[in-house]
Every structure is written in structure tokens, then in C-alpha cells.
């Protein structure tokens, strides 16, 4: 029997608002959640998609993600936008950030957005890539519970920590740069967990501090994190911009973003939006040469081709699920 079933996005995002709503979410709460993790799953990046559900839909029912929380926006600052998640779902707070930083960063050249008592913000490159079809330029910084310990420790203290960038391109999508500053996002290793499947060597270790290709050994351990040192000291670096800057609860503190178990997770985002033609004109011109000028090197890309031609692929063909977690879905969808 094929392991894997295939949905089209209409339908996955129909479950998906299902298993949301039936779990106690708002309307628009769901909407918004499911249109991000249909998105993800369409882009590649199944970490951040639909095996996200039944986390999502535990979380809600726990009361540790309110999902009938309203996000609520207030300006501190001139060049500055503070969002309240409300302890609710992160798509909602971004939905209401994103289109008024845009605004502002075409007033004052650059703006900073901190969202607080946030959750899991799933891609953080499709922020990014929100403001960049507005036209700016934007940066992100997001903490994640502890799963990394910092370099020379055994103990994880920080979060997987992901940073994101993207620009608006003259002639076609936006160039998006998005990385984890570990080896890979814990959301990979669920998502091998849900298929049943190994990880490869060097994505985490175990809780002994030997490497492991078990997913379930893997998630009670730590990851690693990118490019050793260099990785460690970027989450650092996130930490600091993100929930130090940005008012949210330390990693090492946040509760699990898996489970319903606990106090909410409490995370922080900072999402900096800048608008190139008010800092120097002819943005689009220089980006136009530098595309040209990569391109003109026989085998190199542009980063994010491959998150462009899964969703064409997604679009065509529709999602390739595990069929468990196709029956999960259903499930949880009719209330299960």
C-alpha cells in the first residue's frame, strides 16, 4: 500500500481550518493558521506544515495557545510597532504586523516590528517574503525553546533560533535567505518522527551527548547546531534580538512547542522592514546587476529556487502526505 496519499491545497487548508476550529479557534484564527501551514508545505518545508497540526490542535485545546486570542498593535516609538500575540497563535499577530510595518518603513526608511507572548511562527521566511512583495527589504529574528546547547556546554539552553532575510527583486519573486542556526529545525525531526523514519547522522544528539538517527532520542536531546561556533554564537545573537529585545521569555525557559503540556510558550519575534529607495535610490537597478551577474556563473542559484518550484509542483499536483498523517488530520478535523 502507498504510504503517502495526495491532497490539494484547497484541501488541506479545509482540514486543517477544521481540525483548528473543532479544537476551539476562531474563524479567522484558523484561517490564518491553516493558510500558514499550507503555505509551508507547499514551499518544502514540512518541519513547518501540516505535521504542525496535531501540536497545534493540543496546544489549543490545553489552553496553552488561546486560540480565540485577538493581537492587538500599539506604536511606542516613531520607527517602532509592538504586537501582543495574546498568548494566542503567531500567523494572526504577523497578519496584523506585517502590511502597518510596511506603511511605516515607507515614512521613517526602516522600522522594527517586536511581537510578544507568541508562539511558533513557522517559516520565517515567508514574513520576510510578505514584506518583500510590499517592497522593502526586511530582516527576522525569532527564539524557540532550548534544544542547543551553547558551543562547549551539553546542556541546551538555546533555541534553534532562526534568521531570516529577504529583498524585492525588479523582475520576479523575492530573494529569501532563511536558516535555522542549527544544523537542521527541530520541525524536521518531527516531521521523521511522524513518518516513523530516521534522521541522518550529525542532526542531534541524545541526552547521553552521543549522536543519534532516532527521532525520538533526538527530541529529548540537542541539536547542533550550524557551522559549530559560528552557528552557536548566531543563536546567541538571536536571543538577544528576539527575546531579550522584544519582551519574551528566555529559551531556556519556553515550554515546548510539541505538546500541551505546560504554561504557554511565551516566544518573541523582531521583524525589521527597511524601504531601499528611501536609502539610496536605484535599489532595483543594483539588484538587477547583481541577479545578472550570478547568474552569469555557469551552475550557481539564487537561494529559495527550490522553495519556487515546490510550489509550482504543489500547485500543479497537490501535497504528497504520509498517509497517517492524512488520517490524523481527518480525525482531528471531525473533533477526534
Known sequence: MNDHVTLSLDEARRLTEAAMTAA????????????????AEASGHAGHGLSRVPSYVAQCRAGKADGRARPTLE??????LRVDAAHGFAYPAFDLLIPALAELAGRTGIALGAVR????????????????????????????PAAMAPWGGARPALGTNPIAFAAPMPDGPPLVVDMATSTVPRGKILAARELGAPIPEGWALGPDGRPTTDPETALKGT????????????????????????????????????????????LAQTLIAIDPELIAPGFAERMAAL???????????LPGQRRLQARARAQAEGLRVPRKLNERLRALAAGD
Open 223 to 266: 541539536v547542533a547546531p550550524m557551522a559549530g561556533p559560528k552557528g552557536a554564537a548566531l543563536a546567541l545573537m538571536v536571543e538577544v534580538l528576539s527575546a531579550c529585545l522584544g519582551g519574551g521569555a528566555l529559551g531556556v525557559h519556553a515550554s515546548s512547542l510539541f505538546d500541551g503540556e505546560g504554561p504557554p510558550p511565551d
Open 117 to 144: 507572548r507568541s508562539n511558533h511562527f513557522g517559516v520565517a521566511g515567508a514574513h520576510c517574503e510578505a514584506l518583500a512583495e510590499l517592497g522593502r527589504v526586511a530582516l527576522i529574528f525569532g527564539n524557540a
Open 75 to 80: 506604536q511606542p516609538a516613531p520607527a517602532a
Open 291 to 301: 541577479a545578472a551577474a550570478l547568474a552569469g556563473i555557469e551552475g550557481a542559484r
Open 24 to 39: 476551539g479557534a476562531l474563524p479567522e484564527v484558523a484561517r490564518s493558521v491553516a493558510a500558514a501551514l499550507v503555505a
